[in-house]
């Protein structure tokens, strides 16, 4: 199949650090060509793929400092390539969330947009008069049922278990890590409480976004004293697999209902168990008593902590790999393209599909 992945402009893919949806991105279109598929990647320009790379912006954009209307324009000008180019396809697979959606409208090419984040009231009206479009949800729990959205497959969202290593043990002295967003939702803040409390290390990294500031000014950078709490900045790839894997637990409080959470398959792939709040996808992708602890209240947590050590390691890294890796995610995605070609030729009055021909 000739397919085009077009990606945000936020962040390269795959990205140097934090990204949850650009890392999957990567993975999406450099396995795909790998199966055999001919396939475009829409990104920004210093992106590294195996894909046809078609450069979108000279840099990512949260790097360049620039305007949301600036980011506006940059995005109007990718998806107008993308329509442009839109013959030279089989499918066009758009992860960029509601800025794609007006031009499923005008494009004969099959589409399918996988929405990555949650739909905002502003955005929802915009998803609802769309609703006809073909859309795959990252996790069940993040459907949106209410606003009719023809979802034609959940894929969970994958990562490459050999590029993570397994740690059968965690480090000594042992600590807590968190990882992700310096934000509200994500609870970096209560991470720090749930330390507190039980007296153990906590080792942070992520990202403070300028939206973020003041959350960070305010409620975590008082706490941080480099010694009990601390924080070392954004991770990449290879600091991220070396701090979770020498962690005795990672903390996923969140406070809002992530669609998916990377972080947490991230974590687990290296051996580490999760403790997380029952919010959003964490029941999806965690196995209560088994893969780590899914809770409902900070008393949860304390337990959780306390409780840790029951959990076997090994079977966390064959949960990620039997569930949430980069082959089944392709697979999945794999499964949708054919049953969008499948039904393009069925309304076409033509014979069904052949796998095997495209």
């Known amino acids: 199949m000739r397919i085009a992945q077009v990606a945000p402009l936020w962040e390269r893919v795959p990205p140097p650090a934090y990204g949850g949806t650009e890392l999957v991105v990567a993975h999406l279109a450099n396995h795909l060509v790998r199966r055999g598929h001919e396939v475009t990647l829409f990104a920004t320009a210093d992106s590294q793929t195996l894909a046809n790379l078609v450069p979108g912006a000279p ?3 949260r790097l360049a400092g620039i305007t949301p209307h600036e ?9 107008t390539r993308v329509v442009q180019q839109a013959d030279e396809f089989d499918v066009i697979h758009f992860h960029v969330d509601a800025s794609a959606l007006p031009y499923g409208n ?27 479009q073909n859309f795959v949800s990252i996790s069940d729990s993040q459907r949106r049922n209410d606003l009719g959205l023809n979802y034609v497959a959940t894929v969970y969202n994958g990562i490459d278990p050999e590029t993570y290593e397994f740690h ?11 990882f992700g967003r310096i934000s509200s939702e994500k609870g970096p803040h209560l991470a720090i409480e749930l330390a507190k409390r039980t007296g153990w290390r906590l080792i942070m990294a992520g990202k403070v976004d300028r939206a973020d500031q003041a959350f960070y000014e305010s409620e975590v950078k008082p706490l941080i004293d480099g010694e009990q709490i601390i924080y070392v900045g954004e991770a990449n790839h290879e600091q991220k697999s070396e701090i979770m894997g020498g962690a005795v637990a990672t903390l996923c409080l969140l406070t809002w209902e992530e669609p998916f959470g990377l972080v947490m398959p991230e974590s687990m792939v290296c051996g580490t168990p999760v403790i997380a709040m029952a919010r959003g996808s964490a029941p999806e992708l965690i196995v209560h008593g088994k893969t780590g602890f899914l809770c409902n209240t900070m008393e949860d947590c304390v337990d959780a902590v306390a409780r840790i050590e029951q959990i076997d390691r090994r079977a ?13 995610m392709v697979e999945g995605y794999e499964a949708v393209y054919y049953q ?7 309304s076409n009055g033509r014979l069904q599909a052949s796998r095997n021909s495209m």
């Open 71 to 79: 980011y506006q324009m940059y995005d109007l000008m990718q998806l």
């Open 316 to 328: 966390c890294r064959t949960h990620v790999e039997q569930n949430f890796s980069h082959t089944r």
């Open 59 to 61: 840099q990512p954009m």
């Open 340 to 346: 969008l070609l499948e039904k393009r030729f069925a």
């Open 106 to 132: 005008i494009l004969k090419t099959p589409v399918v947009h996988t929405v990555h984040g949650i739909l905002t009231p502003l955005a929802s009206d915009l998803f609802r008069q769309n609703a006809h």
């Open 168 to 178: 059968p043990q965690p480090d000594s002295p042992p600590y807590l890590a968190f």
